[in-house]
């Protein structure tokens, strides 16, 4: 897990897949695929959403475009403000 971002208003974790090494998949279990993504908490509403597949690919297509230009935070929030907007679950600490 990585930070990517933490403000007052959202924090945002990259969650890497554990990579898992052909040797120890026996031939019985069904082949996976590591997949990452990322959570991104609203810590206005309390709630989460994650990020993978073609969700995560677009995420992470904005992540290199604030990389390449140094956005403000206002214009990062503003984003994260729209994937926010998918956000239902509650966020539990445990």
């Known amino acids: 897990m990585h930070t990517v971002y933490d403000s ?3 924090a ?3 969650i890497l897949a554990n990579a898992v090494d ?3 998949v026996n031939d019985d279990s069904p082949p996976q695929l590591p997949r990452h993504g ?3 908490v609203d810590k206005r509403s309390g709630k989460e959403v994650y990020l993978d597949g073609s969700w995560a690919e677009l995420f992470q297509q904005h992540i290199s ?5 140094t956005p403000s935070q206002d214009e990062v929030e ?3 403000d729209r ?3 998918l956000a239902h679950m509650p966020v539990v600490v445990h």
């Open 65 to 69: 475009a604030w990389q390449q230009s």
């Open 38 to 40: 990322f959570e991104i």
């Open 22 to 24: 052909p040797a120890d």
């Open 78 to 80: 503003d984003t994260l």
């Open 12 to 14: 945002v974790v990259h």
């Open 83 to 85: 994937y926010a907007s």
């Open 8 to 10: 007052e208003s959202f």
